[in-house]
C-alpha cells in the first residue's frame, strides 16, 4: 500500500513541472494543488480513525479507499483544466487515507511492541516507491507517452494493490491493548481529543507536522525550484528529484538498520542538528551539481523523521490506533497552510525566499522533542534491544 502511495507522490513531483506546462499554472495554483487536497482531505479522514475498529469494518473502509484512489488517478490523467485536477486531487487525499492510511493503523495493532522497525520497513517500502516514480514518468516519456498516460499506468498498478487488499482479510478483530471496553476499536470525538492531554501526545502530533514541512512540502516544490531557480532542464530537475528520492530511500534503509537498537528520539536530535546545517547550505550553494549533492545529504539525514515520530505517537496510544489516525487527520486541517504559504510567498517574493521559510523545521523539532521516558514502541522490541 505504502509503495502504491508513494510511487504516485514521486510521479508527480516529477511531472509537476510538464503538468504545470500543460495546464498554464502559476505558484499560487501550484500551492492550491498542494495545500486545499491536503485540508479537504484531512478534514474527510477525520471520522476514518474513529469509525474503523478493527476487522472487518477496517478492510470494507480499506476497500472503498482503494476504488476511489484509482479513480482519482484516472481524472488527473483526464484533467483537461486546474480546476478539474484540483477536485482530483481532493478525492484521492481522504481515499489515501482509508486505503494506505488504515492499512498502517493494521499494521501498528499487529505488533505493538515492534512499531517502530515495522514503521522502518514501511517507509523503506515507501521511500522505494518514491524513488520509482520519476522512473516510471520518464521510462513512460521515453517511450513517447506523456505524464497523463504515467497517471493512467498507475491507476493500473493500484489495481493490484486493491486486489492484494482484498485476498489479505480483516485482519486481527482487537489489537493488544486495545480497551477492553471498546473491542470493535470505534471511540468518540471526546475520547480522541482528551487523548492530547495524556503525556507527550500533542507534542508528537505537533511534529508529525512540522517534520513535513523538509519531506512532503519540499519534496513538492523541488523540481520546479530547480527548473525556475536553478535554471535547470525540466530532465535535470527530474533526475533532481530522484537523487532526492534516492538518497531519502538510502536514510530509510540505514533507519531499518539501526530501529532495534537505537531511540527514534535521538535520531530526531542527531538529524534535526545536521538539518539546521544542511538545509541552508543547499538554497546558498550555487551550481547545479553542489545543490544537488547538499539536496542528497539533507534527505538522507531527514528521512528518519517521519517513522520515528509516527512510532512514538502510537507507542504513546497502544491500543488506540484509531485515535493516532484521528490525531493526525486533525493535525494536517493546520498543516495545509505550509504549501499554501509558500505558494502565496513564491507568488510575492520568489521561490527561493519561499522555501527559506521551511528552514524553521528542524529548529522546531529540536524545540518540541519531547524527552521524557521511552515507550516499548519507540524502543523497537519489547524492552530487550539496546539504546542510545
Same mark, same amino acid.
Given at each position: 500500500?505504502?509503495?502504491?502511495?508513494?510511487?504516485?507522490?514521486?510521479?508527480?513531483?516529477?511531472?509537476?513541472?510538464?503538468?504545470?506546462?500543460?495546464?498554464?499554472?502559476?505558484?499560487?495554483?501550484?500551492?492550491?494543488?498542494?495545500?486545499?487536497?491536503?485540508?479537504?482531505?484531512?478534514?474527510?479522514?477525520?471520522?476514518?480513525?474513529?469509525?474503523?475498529?478493527?476487522?472487518?469494518?477496517?478492510?470494507? #473502509?480499506? %476497500? +472503498? !479507499?482503494?476504488?476511489?484512489?484509482?479513480?482519482?488517478? *484516472? &481524472?488527473? @490523467? $483526464? =484533467?483537461?483544466?486546474? /480546476?478539474?485536477?484540483?477536485?482530483?486531487?481532493?478525492?484521492?487525499?481522504?481515499?489515501?487515507?482509508?486505503?494506505?492510511?488504515?492499512?498502517?493503523?493494521?499494521?501498528?495493532?499487529?505488533?505493538?511492541?515492534?512499531?517502530?522497525?515495522?514503521?522502518?520497513?514501511?517507509?523503506?517500502?515507501?521511500?522505494?516507491?518514491?524513488?520509482?516514480?520519476?522512473?516510471?514518468?520518464?521510462?513512460?516519456?521515453?517511450?513517447?507517452?506523456?505524464?497523463?498516460?504515467?497517471?493512467?499506468?498507475?491507476?493500473?498498478?493500484?489495481? #493490484?494493490? %486493491? +486486489? !492484494?487488499?482484498?485476498?489479505?482479510?480483516?485482519?486481527? *478483530? &482487537?489489537? @493488544? $491493548? =486495545?480497551?477492553?471496553? /471498546?473491542?470493535?476499536?470505534?471511540?468518540?470525538?471526546?475520547?480522541?481529543?482528551?487523548?492530547?492531554?495524556?503525556?507527550?501526545?500533542?507534542?508528537?502530533?505537533?511534529?508529525?507536522?512540522?517534520?513535513?514541512?523538509?519531506?512532503?512540502?519540499?519534496?513538492?516544490?523541488?523540481?520546479?525550484?530547480?527548473?525556475?531557480?536553478?535554471?535547470?532542464?525540466?530532465?535535470?530537475?527530474?533526475?533532481?528529484?530522484?537523487?532526492?528520492?534516492?538518497?531519502?530511500?538510502?536514510?530509510?534503509?540505514?533507519?531499518?538498520?539501526?530501529?532495534?537498537?537505537?531511540?527514534?528520539?535521538?535520531?530526531?536530535?542527531?538529524? *534535526?542538528?545536521? @538539518?539546521?546545517?544542511?538545509?541552508?547550505?543547499?538554497?546558498?550553494?550555487?551550481?547545479?551539481?553542489?545543490?544537488?549533492?547538499?539536496?542528497?545529504?539533507?534527505?538522507?539525514?531527514?528521512?528518519?523523521?517521519?517513522?520515528?515520530?509516527?512510532?512514538?505517537?502510537?507507542?504513546?496510544?497502544?491500543?488506540?490506533?484509531?485515535?493516532?489516525?484521528?490525531?493526525?487527520?486533525?493535525?494536517?486541517?493546520?498543516?495545509?497552510?505550509?504549501?499554501?504559504?509558500?505558494?502565496?510567498?513564491?507568488?510575492?517574493?520568489?521561490?527561493?525566499?519561499?522555501?527559506?521559510?521551511?528552514?524553521?523545521?528542524?529548529?522546531?523539532?529540536?524545540?518540541?522533542?519531547?524527552?521524557?521516558?521511552?515507550?516499548?514502541?519507540?524502543?523497537?522490541?519489547?524492552?530487550?534491544?539496546?539504546?542510545?
Amino acid at each position: 500500500m505504502e509503495l502504491i502511495d508513494e510511487l504516485v507522490d514521486g510521479t508527480q513531483g516529477a511531472a509537476l513541472p510538464l503538468i504545470r506546462g500543460s495546464l498554464h499554472l502559476r505558484y499560487g495554483q501550484i500551492g492550491l494543488l498542494i495545500a486545499v487536497p491536503l485540508l479537504v482531505g484531512s478534514l474527510l479522514e477525520l471520522p476514518l480513525g474513529l469509525v474503523a475498529g478493527h476487522g472487518v469494518r477496517r478492510q470494507r #473502509l480499506v %476497500l +472503498a !479507499g482503494g476504488v476511489l484512489f484509482i479513480g482519482s488517478l *484516472a &481524472a488527473v @490523467a $483526464g =484533467a483537461r483544466s486546474f /480546476g478539474i485536477l484540483l477536485l482530483a486531487l481532493v478525492l484521492f487525499f481522504p481515499a489515501s487515507g482509508a486505503f494506505v492510511g488504515l492499512t498502517q493503523s493494521a499494521l501498528m495493532d499487529t505488533d505493538p511492541d515492534r512499531q517502530q522497525p515495522n514503521l522502518a520497513a514501511w517507509n523503506l517500502a515507501g521511500s522505494t516507491g518514491a524513488v520509482a516514480g520519476p522512473l516510471l514518468l520518464a521510462a513512460v516519456l521515453i517511450a513517447g507517452g506523456s505524464w497523463r498516460d504515467s497517471y493512467l499506468l498507475l491507476a493500473a498498478v493500484a489495481s #493490484l494493490a %486493491l +486486489a !492484494g487488499a482484498a485476498a489479505a482479510g480483516p485482519g486481527r *478483530a &482487537a489489537p @493488544a $491493548g =486495545a480497551d477492553p471496553s /471498546g473491542q470493535d476499536g470505534r471511540v468518540t470525538t471526546r475520547q480522541a481529543l482528551g487523548a492530547l492531554r495524556e503525556g507527550d501526545i500533542a507534542r508528537w502530533v505537533a511534529l508529525l507536522q512540522i517534520c513535513d514541512l523538509l519531506l512532503d512540502i519540499l519534496t513538492g516544490f523541488v523540481g520546479v525550484y530547480l527548473v525556475d531557480v536553478v535554471h535547470a532542464t525540466p530532465a535535470q530537475a527530474a533526475v533532481g528529484v530522484a537523487i532526492r528520492l534516492g538518497a531519502g530511500l538510502a536514510g530509510d534503509a540505514g533507519f531499518v538498520l539501526i530501529a532495534n537498537r537505537v531511540s527514534g528520539r535521538v535520531v530526531l536530535a542527531v538529524s *534535526a542538528i545536521a @538539518a539546521v546545517g544542511l538545509y541552508p547550505a543547499f538554497l546558498l550553494a550555487s551550481g547545479l551539481v553542489a545543490k544537488l549533492v547538499i539536496l542528497a545529504l539533507l534527505s538522507a539525514v531527514t528521512a528518519c523523521w517521519y517513522p520515528a515520530i509516527a512510532a512514538g505517537l502510537y507507542g504513546s496510544l497502544p491500543g488506540r490506533s484509531g485515535i493516532a489516525v484521528f490525531l493526525g487527520s486533525a493535525a494536517g486541517l493546520v498543516a495545509a497552510v505550509g504549501p499554501l504559504a509558500v505558494g502565496f510567498v513564491a507568488q510575492q517574493a520568489g521561490l527561493t525566499w519561499a522555501l527559506a521559510c521551511l528552514a524553521v523545521a528542524p529548529a522546531a523539532m529540536l524545540a518540541i522533542l519531547p524527552r521524557s521516558r521511552l515507550t516499548p514502541a519507540e524502543r523497537g522490541t519489547g524492552g530487550s534491544g539496546r539504546y542510545s
